[in-house]
């Protein structure tokens, strides 16, 4: 069993390798992103910041702390299921914290930033949560739901960056 699980780990090393390095990547992107405007972000801290700028970093960093950790050599199949699962229990939590939700409900914000900034964020932790459930339980669909999710947490990232961006640009000019 132990052999079986090095070589589905081996064979998932350069997916992890690549989601790490690109998770690191867009999180110095974001700290550039991010000083670009360092007024508006300023006036906008109380709700801005903690509802649509930090979650960015959290999902970046999710992405290159994930594949770290599914890169260390010798962790079993229970030990990773058990760390994604209150990784991403936490990271829920840590979704609630920024109140999105309120903040969205509050400025008027379309559905489509709901989707993006609240719903699939909160789907992306679910299913890390689900696949560590899974490692905890020997599912074969595990290892790809890991992947799913991160992909999704960088895709869901990249797109709220380039709002913020879009935002930050509109806000200047006012």
Not at 1 to 10: D, G, K, Q, R, V
Not at 93 to 99: E, F, P, R, V, W
Not at 141 to 159: K, T
């Amino acid at each position: 069993m132990a052999e079986s699980w090095t070589h589905e780990l081996e064979k998932w090393h350069d997916f992890f390798l690549l989601i790490g390095t690109a998770g690191v990547t867009l999180t110095g992107l974001l700290f550039v992103v991010v000083s670009l405007g360092p007024g508006v972000i300023a006036r906008n801290r109380a709700s801005g910041v903690r509802a649509f700028v930090s979650p960015n970093a959290v999902y970046f960093t999710t992405a290159l702390v994930v594949a770290a950790v599914l890169l260390v050599p010798a962790l079993s199949r229970m030990e990773i299921g058990a760390l994604l699962c209150v990784g991403a229990l936490a990271a829920l939590a840590y979704l609630g914290y920024t109140k999105a939700h309120a903040q969205w409900r509050q400025n008027k914000l379309d559905v489509l930033d709901w989707i993006w900034f609240v719903g699939l964020p909160f789907a992306a932790y679910l299913l890390l949560f689900f696949a560590g459930t899974g490692f905890l339980f020997a599912v074969d669909f595990s290892m790809h739901a890991v992947g799913l999710a991160l992909i999704l947490l960088l895709v869901i990232g990249i797109r709220n960056a380039w709002d913020l961006v879009i935002f930050i640009s509109h806000k200047q000019h006012e």
